[in-house]
Nanobody, 126 residues
């Protein structure tokens, strides 16, 4: 399984960006896809996820109400729509895939995910 992120860039505070994660392989529907981010000098943190199949989303409190995750099983892609961006959203954003079934709390941690993309940089200026 390979994951490729795209859509990052430099924007001003209040702007929007849409990140995409393209996933190779014929078993896309069996993976939960998560988005994580790593701010400069900090550890990687959970942002959002969408469960396998037609599952429900989950968001970190810091992005709830501003970010929306969606998946297109026909196109093997997961999108992260980011609105009302803040300087503190500046980070390298990664998508990751977790096979199998997990409790929700496990899917908030990096250790649950087996496959990772290379990341796309989001910079929000004030």
């Amino acid at each position: 399984v390979q994951l490729v992120e795209s859509g990052g860039g430099l924007v001003q505070a209040g702007a929007s960006l849409r990140l995409s994660c393209a996933v190779s392989g014929r078993t896309f529907g069996t993976y939960t896809i998560g988005w994580f981010r790593q701010p400069p000098g900090k550890e990687r943190e959970f942002v959002a996820l969408i469960r396998r199949g037609f599952g429900s989303p989950s968001y970190a409190d810091s992005v709830k109400g501003r970010f929306t995750i969606s998946r297109d099983n026909a196109k093997n892609t997961v999108n992260l729509q980011m609105n009302s961006l803040k300087p503190e959203d500046t980070a390298l954003y990664y998508c990751a895939a977790a096979p199998g079934s997990y409790v929700l709390s496990a899917l908030w941690t990096t250790e649950t995910y087996d496959y990772w993309g290379q990341g796309t940089l989001v910079t929000v200026s004030s």
